[in-house]
């Protein structure tokens, strides 16, 4: 039987459909998006680097990140210290330029995703003492 779906889709765009998922999840579990692929600083490579996206539900501000992986092992291997590092240092920097939001209470979480519709969320998984 020949194949039905010959779709070839890059891997940028597969990791925006990740981030687009993850997004509406978010988004049907109460949350509002405030922002979405939030660059950090000037330039390209900075120290802060970029958020996927910034969720809020009633004071609570969530900086969330999206992995999107192929095999369930590689999900174990997709944040390194310096990433998390990264994403943590994002948060403090959002927080920094908006104001409004520095009285509300972070939390950092993670996704998994495997495409098409494997969505695993992680609550929680980085912490920062000095916000929290």
């Not at 997709?78 to 403090?92: H, M, P």
């Amino acid at each position: 039987m020949p194949k039905l779906w010959n779709l070839k889709i890059s891997p940028y765009n597969s990791g925006k459909a990740a981030e687009f998922l993850c997004r509406m999840y978010m988004r049907l579990h109460g949350y509002r998006i405030i922002a979405k692929n939030y660059h950090c600083g000037s330039g390209k490579k900075t120290p802060y680097g970029e958020l996927d996206f910034v969720a809020l539900k009633r004071k609570r501000l969530v900086f969330c990140e999206v992995k999107k992986r192929r095999q369930d092992e590689d999900f174990l291997k997709a944040l390194s210290y310096n990433q998390q590092q990264r994403i943590i240092r994002g948060g403090e920097y959002f927080i920094k330029h908006h104001k409004q939001y520095g009285m509300y209470k972070t939390q950092y979480d993670v996704f998994f995703v495997k495409l098409p519709f494997f969505i695993k969320r992680i609550e929680n998984a980085l912490y920062n003492d000095t916000i929290c």
